[in-house]
């Protein structure tokens, strides 16, 4: 499997209940779409039982437009799998954003209910849960200065978006911002 960004304990709770297939990150190809088809052609056509399941990892914002009540990342993943004729059954989408389902029943509103996906919408990153440690810091809250956010070194439309609303609210003294792209 692909290293995502799951807690090792959720990761291992999914591999002792499925038969995992294929595990992605759906940051691998948010920004291009044909990557996941390249990654998912080897799975074109086949069977899968109720056990087996294609992971898919979605852990970061999506893009919207106000034209679609959907994501991007669901519009795209509902595309490639019915193009490569792998049923959605096979499909489990682990997620941190709660009402992402509602997203994937508005996109499959006429598919049978035999062939959706399972989406998981509880399951938090292991980069906000890191496995327990002697060695962590003891994090003093009642020190904190200022409110921080990382840009995440990738230059991304919600990203930039709100860095210019920091900028333009003249907010950089009270909150510290870490980016790497030109806004």
Same mark, same amino acid.
């Given at each position: 499997m692909i290293e995502t960004e799951l807690h090792k304990k959720?990761?291992?709770?999914?591999?002792?209940?499925?038969? +995992?297939?294929?595990? +992605?990150?759906?940051?691998?190809?948010?920004?291009?779409?044909?990557?996941l088809t390249k990654k998912l052609q080897c799975f074109q056509n086949l069977s899968f039982d109720n056990k087996e399941k294609i992971v898919l990892v979605h852990m970061d914002t999506d893009y919207y437009d106000s034209c679609v009540k959907y994501g991007t990342i669901p519009i795209n993943v509902v595309r490639t799998f019915k193009n490569l004729n792998i049923s959605l059954q096979a499909l489990l989408f682990v997620t941190?954003? +709660?009402?992402?389902?509602?997203?994937?029943?508005?996109?499959?509103?006429?598919?049978?209910?035999?062939?959706?996906?399972? +989406?998981v919408e509880t399951l938090l990153s292991g980069l906000l849960l890191p496995e327990p440690s002697d060695d962590l810091p003891e994090i003093k809250f009642d020190q904190i200065e200022r409110a921080g956010i990382c840009?995440?070194?990738?230059?991304?439309?919600?990203?930039?978006?709100?860095?210019?609303?920091?900028?333009?609210?003249?907010?950089?003294?009270?909150?510290?911002?870490?980016?790497?792209?030109?806004?």
């Open positions: 959720a990761l291992d709770f999914l591999k002792h209940h499925f038969k +995992i297939k294929l595990s +992605i990150d759906c940051r691998e190809f948010d920004m291009q779409p044909h990557l941190n954003h +709660i009402g992402l389902s509602k997203e994937f029943d508005c996109l499959l509103k006429d598919q049978h209910p035999n062939d959706r996906p399972m +989406i840009m995440m070194n990738q230059a991304r439309s919600h990203r930039i978006a709100f860095y210019n609303f920091v900028l333009d609210n003249d907010l950089l003294d009270k909150i510290a911002v870490s980016q790497h792209f030109n806004a």
